[in-house]
């Protein structure tokens, strides 16, 4: 069945539509979907969780820990072996990895044995993103609009993680919500695997490439200006976004609760939030083909100033409202710095930048899930969202610091 389908993707009647660039665009895309999809399944089983086995919110989402610095720690190795082995290869080993790993720890009965297999989840995860991104704007002369549209798919993932696992655990278990989409995971893996190899021996037809910025514009005090701005905007954006994601269920469950108690329903919140906001990446992509980059960045930031302080404020339903604000300035961020990336190195050393700022992530990563749990056991979520307009406020600042040169590559 596999087989045919690749087979069905590059018969010559089907070369228009389904050619290898598109299919081989939307197994990426699946990926960065699944990617962030696994990265957030345990966050709306924490919520359904805790207070069972004395065990409470935030001790539970701590066992999140490892699969975050795992996410950041692993991306490292992933972006160098695959500039050195293979980028398709190692796709391959993260749909299957993280396919396995999650279909394992349905199966813990243990918190150490979820912990262990989190922390896999992690390791596999971190692929996705050094070696993923690099192959989505390899020969893109519109980077901004392919970046937009594959961070829609993983904004999507975002979404389906609390709507899957809300539903999941009320009509099965929380085994089910890591067992079923691990079982998935692996299928597209072994198709993508038929894919690749289908394709061996095929001649491609030449595709214009976005030329390597040159070197008279790339001088030593440009790099060390881009350098520091993306390295503050990933620590304060990074905090922000991985926070606000890993959040979000919880948040809609304490201030929907004269509405519903369903973790169904909780999740379906937060999926239709996360759904709606994801569309600002493509909004975003498109601007970045037509504006600099700096520009952009600086008044997403700004607005996620009062976003941010909004959703500290209220609840019910006017929550919703203001979340799916705030998770837009917040997606359309991310497109950002990945545009950077690519229009300030060379596509050679693309997979190791990428792992580079995916390692700077790690740092947040680390920390989030101890200081959502300590601030909400001793302040409160809407301390938590103070916190995180003052990092927004940090990026705002820190976009200052790029340079005003190239609008598009």
């Given at each position: 069945?596999?087989?045919?389908?690749?087979?069905?993707?590059?018969?010559?009647?089907?070369?228009?539509?389904?050619?290898?660039?598109?299919v081989g665009f939307l197994f990426l895309n699946v990926g960065h979907f699944f990617d962030h999809m696994f990265m957030l399944i345990f966050a709306t089983v924490a919520v359904a969780l805790a207070g069972q086995d004395g065990m409470s919110y935030r001790e539970l989402l701590e066992l999140l820990t490892p699969a975050l610095v795992m996410f950041g720690?692993?991306?490292?190795?992933?972006?160098?072996?695959?500039?050195?082995?293979?980028?398709?290869?190692m796709i391959a080993v993260f749909f299957i990895g993280i396919g396995g790993s999650s279909i394992a720890t349905g199966f813990a009965n243990e918190n150490w044995q979820i912990m262990l297999g989190l922390g896999a989840i992690g390791?596999?995860?971190?692929?996705?993103?050094?070696?993923?991104?690099a192959m989505v704007v390899?020969?893109?002369?519109?980077?901004?609009?392919?970046?937009?549209?594959?961070?829609?798919?993983?904004?999507?993932?975002l979404?389906?993680?609390?709507?899957?696992?809300?539903?999941?655990?009320?009509?099965?278990?929380?085994?089910?919500?890591?067992?079923?989409?691990?079982?998935?995971?692996?299928?597209?893996?072994?198709?993508?695997?038929?894919?690749?190899?289908?394709?061996?021996?095929?001649?491609?037809?030449?595709k214009r490439t976005v030329p390597d910025p040159g070197d008279h514009d790339l001088t030593r005090a440009v790099l060390i200006r881009v350098a520091l701005?993306?390295?503050?905007?990933?620590l304060f954006g990074g905090l922000i976004f991985h926070a606000s994601a890993v959040v979000l269920p919880k948040l809609f469950s304490e201030r929907l609760a004269d509405i519903t108690s369903d973790i169904g329903a909780v999740g379906t919140y937060a999926a239709i939030v996360l759904a709606i906001a994801s569309f600002a990446q493509i909004v975003v992509g498109h601007l970045l083909d037509r504006f600099p980059a700096r520009r952009i960045l600086f008044l997403i930031a700004l607005f996620q100033i009062p976003a941010l302080a909004l959703v500290a404020s209220i609840s019910g339903i006017p929550i919703v409202l203001a979340s799916v604000l705030m998770m837009a300035l917040i997606f359309g961020e991310i497109p950002?710095?990945?545009?950077?990336?690519?229009?300030?190195?060379?596509?050679?050393?693309?997979?190791?930048?990428?792992?580079?700022?995916?390692?700077?992530?790690?740092?947040?990563a680390a920390v989030v899930p101890r200081l959502i749990g300590?601030?909400?056991?001793?302040?409160?979520?809407?301390?938590?969202?103070?916190v995180l307009a003052a990092a927004a406020a940090g990026v705002a600042l820190s976009a200052l610091i790029l340079p005003l040169a190239r609008k598009a590559a």
């Open positions: 069945m596999l087989q045919r389908m690749t087979d069905f993707a590059a018969s010559p009647q089907n070369a228009g539509y389904f050619s290898r660039e598109r720690v692993g991306s490292l190795p992933a972006g160098w072996l695959a500039d050195r082995w293979s980028r398709q290869g390791t596999f995860a971190a692929i996705y993103h050094p070696v993923g991104i390899e020969g893109q002369e519109k980077v901004g609009r392919a970046l937009g549209i594959n961070g829609v798919w993983g904004n999507m993932g979404a389906a993680a609390p709507l899957l696992t809300g539903w999941l655990i009320a009509i099965s278990s929380w085994r089910a919500a890591f067992i079923v989409p691990g079982i998935v995971a692996v299928l597209v893996g072994l198709a993508y695997v038929a894919f690749c190899r289908q394709g061996r021996g095929v001649v491609r037809a030449a701005a993306l390295t503050l905007t990933i950002i710095h990945d545009t950077i990336v690519t229009r300030y190195t060379r596509a050679a050393w693309r997979g190791r930048v990428f792992a580079v700022k995916f390692v700077l992530a790690l740092l947040v300590s601030l909400h056991d001793n302040y409160g979520l809407d301390v938590l969202f103070f």
